[in-house]
């Protein structure tokens, strides 16, 4: 039988590995909303809330998705992986590392987003052009850096497939 | 911007959601279907879109997000994302168009939910999958809780963001022929930033004779009025002859006598039609090329 | 150690990168309530009844109040920079109460329990409104058709403010110039638009209220607060959390900022605010939208005799905190880094049915160095000269400065202090290898494309004054903590306080703790804008670190039994130099210094008298498809003289950033309004900001040729050098591959369709 809900429902979300009860929510409630304002996942950031900015993006089922354009309860059964879980160490994992190095934030506002953009293209190229880059991070505005050191370091971790610059 | 609130129904199999969806309607409910969500979450969130109920199509991917080809048939269910036809083998081959055209859709965020159902559904006549669809003369299967219809892409667009699609009314398949052997498919389109919706949008497919002249031909705009348009018959005019720059320029110039784009905040009708009227002239190349390239003309 | 010019890294990344950020949204506490502004749907109407008796009745929904429900009279935004008599006619109240004036304008408060309610409950808010006639467009039109009533009560018409500026007998050299041009000129309204929007929570606590979100300019906003409340200022603490950017647009006072703390006045009980994307696009500040009519007189070599300028300058409806910064700082750079002989420069700000404006990055910069760099080319395309060679022929020469170009600006005379602006646009040249430009334009010709080399020059101002404090303290564990009045909004203050205290101190940055935008900490300040952090702020706390340092060297000096002379810092301790034996940590000169009784926490002010000018040359090459219009950016180089870097990477980073703000400006960020005022531009669907394949790579040439002589870093700002020429330069590139100037690339932004236009022109010219 098809499932009802109205006011409000209980559900419980895998978020880097954890699970968490979210209780007695609206159906309504985004799921950049039930991370940062019920789970206390701060770290996702919401910049426009109309899929155009990025800052919200997080992982599901290990594809990067704009969590202000899914609901909560849609999350339930998926496998969510937010900037909080990119590294459980005290040191901060070879990305997050490259990041520091390049200078790639500024305000920082972005770059749980961009995080998480770069998770995912990282796993899906070995090799890549300064070009594809650019394209993969197309997803993720960012007001401060210009990019170039973000795309810097990404390509810092992958085999820089570009040709030489003309 | 949060969306205003709603029942949220999770149906357990098409039936079920069908039935749903036709009781609710019936008791004047103002429920709607959410896929992907990429295009009526936005809305939902701004309150453009305020449903009372919606019913999460998500759950019956098991049954309705598939790609299979077969006689000459790839069919496709509605609840397949974007970024599985992107990195479809099958789709690669079958219908390399739209590998080209995933890569244009909205950025890789956007491309892991979107739907193909929910892309034709929304009827952004701007939008990559619309406009392929009405290039290859497809068909979409609706289905209600009491029967199902067939339609092509000229009945189900009726104006922007509108189809014929019923309040109770499902699309359960999307199909496209399968490109033939020796067959030639291009998109050109042009847009403000990288994932935008294009300003215009042309998609053009060709086959040639024996000779290497223009024997099929498949023509068609986005863009650049309330629907996707298809012009095929302008190019059709020029069937048995040798694709030239010169046949291009011709067609695209015909091509934008049948059009009359509004006027809006990212370009001006005139600028549209001068869009279309490149990109036209560079799909019908490019096709012409990818045709060269695979026949053995 | 860390050293002053080391390209280090930033001490506030690893709390970024982990999603450990502190911003306003991340704020919660106990009880918190959600406040959410209800706006003004039209541009410009008269406020009837105000029915909210169905929204009280919902439940979560606890308070709303109205413009009627406020102390009265209703409270008013005083300005903060740059006002007149005049000006104060046209302040904005924190809710409208008679008459609304530009879509966004807010009208209710509504406070609930959640953002989702608040907005349920807002939608059943009902205002009567009856629609005005709406003045859309500024300029002549807005001040004599008389369809257009003056916006606010004792006004005589829509232009508020008047400035001109005369130096010599232009009317006369114009008259008698061997070659005359009369251009046109358009910046298109558009704005900083942070990915953060903004924010804010307010909490009472006993007599006292703690607000978290103000930034930029804390210490002012809280005397506002203070004075709109009729609270003393001790009673207000204001507390900077982190921030997503600023750019000249967040931390200014507006309406929020009095009705969040008074609406958790009024319910006892903590209150977040947090604008959405749509609220953001309409009611933060607009920048930027000026007309301006040019005309030139100059000689056969291209040599300036003389330029008249009447700017027209649309400054939404209200006047914001920002009072008439933008048009006075627009007519006292426009000259630029050129020396003219004589100025005729009128600006007129005028009043319309848009949200209000302000200061954007580059502020008056951005637009005057578009207009005169544009206005450059064109002077050498009449001439047939090469623009390079026009500019070579004008730039004051280094044995010129100071030089002053007698104007004002923020209350000062711009006198340009130090700097070789001819070897900067060599500097340029070369690197960009413009020699080789005309080859490469063949190359293009070729693919049918067509390639344009554009270059723009221009000066900059920083270091605002009037000063500020930094203090430092040594703490027990032998780290310091340095307080300042700066206002952190992701430049990387807090990196370059400490990379400037510890490099004095001879220790880790990681071990000096900033201390920032907390007005409980931090008593006065002045905060951060027009690039004048690194430069005050930052001369500040180096002074204090000197002072300290002497402290620490005479209580090592005595603890080591030595003579200060002999002391060397290294490393967080005190050593007797050549003897590595004889040492003292600063955890023990702490300790020390606590019982000879001498005072290890310092604090000084660094007054910055004048303000301070780096300046620089943008430089763009693209190829131009002369069949939709669409150009792409090949090359772009900025070279850029900072005095000196603190962290050439902060700086580095500083003039990419920008620059891609500067792209956004030039090509594709629009606030259209149609012409009953609705703003078209009201989301990221059509507010249209550049991402990662519309940015090019962009090279940056730093040079330290002129350090500045005003301050002991010899530092020049650097935030807004990146943004002010990038217009030009693309325009200006785009006139190259053309190969035709008048009229053409004169308005921004400068979309395909744009370019597409001028490629028609230019085949009807038959060239
Ligand atoms: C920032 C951004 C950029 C984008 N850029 C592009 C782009 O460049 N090109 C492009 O083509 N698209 C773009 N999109 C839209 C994207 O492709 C959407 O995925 C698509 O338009 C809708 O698919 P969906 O599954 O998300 O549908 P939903 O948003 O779930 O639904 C859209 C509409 O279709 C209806 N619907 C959905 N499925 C069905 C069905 N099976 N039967 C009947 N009705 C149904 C819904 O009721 C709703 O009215 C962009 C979106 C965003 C947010
Ligand atoms: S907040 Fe989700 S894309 Fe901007
Ligand atoms: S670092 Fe500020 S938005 Fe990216």
Redesign the pocket.
Known sequence: MAEFNTKSMSYVLRVNGREYPVTDVEPRMLLADILRDTLRLTGTHLGCEH??CGACTVLVDERPVRSC?MLGVQARGRNIETVEGISDTDSLSPLQEAFWEHHALQCGFCTPGVLMTAQHFLKTHERATRQQVREALSGNLCRCTGYQPIVDAILSLVEDASGPTP | MKPAPFDYIVPQSLEEALGLLHDLIAQGVDV???????????LMNMRLATPAALID?ESLSGELAYIEEGNGLLRVG?LTP?YRLEESPVIARACPIITEAEA????PQ?RS???I???L??A?PS???PLIWTLLEGRAILATKTGQRVLRPQEFFISYLMTA?APD???TEVQLPVALEGVGQALEEFSPRH???ALAAVACQVSLDEAGCLRGARLAVGGAGPTPIDVSEVLEGYRGEAVTEKLALAVANQMVTHLDPPDDLHASREYRLNLVRELGRRAILKSYQRCLRTTDV | MTRLGESTRRVEDPRFLRGQGRFVADIEFLGMLEGMVVRSPHAHARIGRINAAKALRMPGVVAIWTAQDLPRPCPIIPPRLSSTPELQLALQPVLAETIVRYVGEPVALVVATNRYVAEDAAALIEVEYQPLPVVGEMGDGAVNDPVNDPLHPGMSDNVIYRRRFVKGDVETVLQSAPHRLSLNFQVQRHSGVPLETRGLVARPIEDRIEVYGPTKVVHFNRSVLAQLLGWPIERIRFIEPDVGGGFGIRGEFYPEDFLIPFAALKLRCPVRWIEDRREHLMSSNHSRQQDHSVQVGFSDEGRLLALCDTIWVDSGAYVRTHGVTVPELTQAMLPGPYDWPALDIAVNVCLTNKTPTGTYRGPGRFEGTFVRERTLDAIANELGLDPIRVRRVNLIPPEKLPYSNGLTALGQEVVFDSGDYQAALDRALMEMNYTGFPDRRRESAKLGRLRGFGVACFVEKSGLGPWETARIALLGDGKVACFSGLAALGQGTETMLAQIVASNLAMDMEDVLVVHGDTDSVPTGHGTFASRGAVVGGTAAYRAAEVLKDRIIRVGAQALEAHPDDMVLKESAVFVRGVPAKKISFAAIWAEADRLGIELDVEERFEAQHMTYPYGVHCAEMEIDPLTGEFRVLRYGVAYDVGRAINPALVQGQIVGGVAQGIGGAWLEELAYDSEGQLLSASLMDYLLPGAPEVPDVEVWLTEDAPAPSNPLGTKGSGEGGVVGVAPALANAIVSALGISDQVACQLPLTPERVRTWVQLRKEGGL
């Open positions: 899929g155009v354009l | 709607k279907v959410i896929a992907g969500g990429q295009s009526l979450m936005p199509l509605p974007h244009l859709i909205g950025h956007i939910r979107g739907t159902g929910g892309s559904s929304h952004d939008a990559e999958l699609l009314e499902i699309i994932g935008d919706f």
